[in-house]
């Protein structure tokens, strides 16, 4: 994985309703490494983590510096990467990439880690001026040329201009 696929799973997790096991698999699901081991001690511990990912978003999101500073750096002391490399993965040459909490860890800690610095990393290379939330509620990151993405994905626009054309066409 790399810092933008950190960010992804920061994203995925602040995102998520966590209500449920499967809701919290279904967030991770591009990472099954983590998504097939998660128990319910997982969804717990990571509960918190999502919230405390969403408040640093928000303020992203309100381009706040102060409190993305403390917000982030809290996120990064409580679930501090502990950066380990690993060269597991089929036959032949291994596959080498970093983890980002022992591999021996529960998922809640590497992913915790993961979303942490992966936020962390993103704010370096973005700034303030790439973040926003979703009239939906979920967060993004407009990573356009032109700095216009106004919704957390295509699905969410295509909702708000069909709506919009119904309200211009009604009589």
Request: net charge neutral; proline share 7%; hydrophobic share 45%.
């Amino acid at each position: 994985m790399d810092n933008a696929d950190y960010l992804d799973v920061a994203l995925r997790l602040a995102n998520a309703d966590l209500a449920d096991l499967p809701a919290l698999r279904a967030a991770l699901h591009d990472e099954p490494w983590w998504a097939d081991r998660a128990t319910d001690a997982d969804l717990t511990a990571l509960r918190p983590v999502a919230a405390a990912l969403r408040a640093a978003f928000d303020a992203a999101a309100e381009r706040d510096p102060d409190a993305v500073l403390a917000r982030v750096n809290a996120l990064l002391a409580d679930h501090p990467p502990r950066p380990r490399l690993s060269g597991h993965g089929g036959g032949g040459a291994p596959n080498w990439h970093v983890h980002v909490a022992s591999p021996d860890a529960p998922p809640a800690t590497e992913v915790a880690a993961a979303a942490s610095w992966g936020l962390a990393q993103a704010i370096v290379r973005h700034g303030l001026d790439r973040w926003g939330r979703c009239p939906c509620g979920n967060h993004f990151l407009d990573a356009s040329t032109n700095r216009a993405k106004r919704f957390c994905s295509t699905r969410c626009a295509n909702r708000a201009n069909v709506a919009a054309f119904r309200a211009r066409n009604r009589g």
